[in-house]
């Protein structure tokens, strides 16, 4: 008798979908794109990228969309007059509406997504079409549990995300705790006191002052940059210069007025820059610094923590949640706090034995190497579960 040939395993089909990635750098397009580097590698899974600009490659497909930043959508944004429909609005939709016909050609298992607009969008579809994907949503921050039900399966990078949503009933089942992937090296290695000197030459930055480096959108009402500049100006002279890199809206200004007024000319610098120079900036700095409340995740302390440095971060539970004993943490309500940990912070300065017990810390907990086999699971529970998704009390 001849034995049947062993059949293959059908592999889980994934898209994974951001509208920003390709045109944006904030933490939604970074881990989109790191996660797909990661899990294309997974034998079990087949994993496809979908993103709202930029060059195609294998697997990778640019769904085009109206880019929040365009002149047409600022124009739209205009005419209509509302906070509700803005460019990242119109991005969102039309970034949707263009990668429904992949997913009705190539028919996934699941779609893993972290934009709100465009969840809802393919939750209707599904709702109007009977179409058997699961939506993956990861919880980013920006939404929460009244947006869950929509979703067959959430993901939470931090405790308090599944708290939340598990006091507003959902099952457990149908939710996933596991922190967000990073890329870190196995091995440490920060630049010699020669290499960091040519390093901050090549960035423009200052080669004999401490350099304290913030990372988040150059806000007030998230990101408290103005707190944070504030706190450095009531430093001594020579003070560090204040290094803020993120994208600008409209509060941007106000910012950089008060920067002006409060800090010399040269003790502040403000730039974006491509998501793959921030190693660079986070290797020329001594001290990383953040002073929002709140985050979906904080991606910049796990790449500051992978980097050896120091954080100076709120006495709040998501710091806590990712840095544990290596944060230095300030009380928001006290405004003599934070100047006094960060001048302890910069006049520590960098010692090896610490920075590479911090890089220890982010790999164990943060690195794809680590990290991809849960996500691989999250995904074909996913895959395989019942579906979640319901209608909302609100319609």
Known sequence: MTSAAPTTARRTKVFLACSGL???????????????????????????????????GPNEYVARSLLRDSKFAKWIERRLWSVVYDGYYFEQTTFALSLIPHIIKQRPDVVYLSDGVVGNILWRWKQLTRSRFKLLLCNGGQLGPHDFPRYDHVHHGLA????????????????????????????FSRPTADEKKGLRERLGLPANRPVILSIGVVNSSIKRMDVLIRAVAQLPEPRPVLVVLGQRDAETPSILQLASEQLSPDGFICRTVPANSIEQYVDAADV???????????????????RGLCCVVPDRPYAHEILHDFGCYFDIHSPTDLPRILADAVSRGLDDTSARARH????????????????????????????????????
């Open 22 to 56: 390709g045109h944006v750098a904030r933490g939604f397009e970074t881990f989109t794109q790191e996660c797909f580097d990661a899990l294309r590698r997974e034998s079990c899974l087949d994993v496809y990228l979908f993103k709202g600009a930029g060059p195609a």
């Open 288 to 306: 990383f610094a953040l002073a929002s409340p709140k985050e979906g995740f904080g991606r910049v302390l796990v790449e500051a923590l992978a």
């Open 160 to 187: 308090v995300g599944l708290e939340q949503s598990s006091r507003a009933g959902r099952s457990m089942e149908t939710q996933t705790l596991i922190p967000q992937g990073f890329q870190i090296d196995r091995n």
């Open 360 to 395: 220890a810390a982010a790999y164990e907990r943060f690195s794809w190497d680590r990290l991809a086999p849960k996500y691989v699971e999250m995904i074909e529970r996913c895959a395989a579960g019942t579906s979640e998704g319901r209608a909302l009390s609100a319609g």
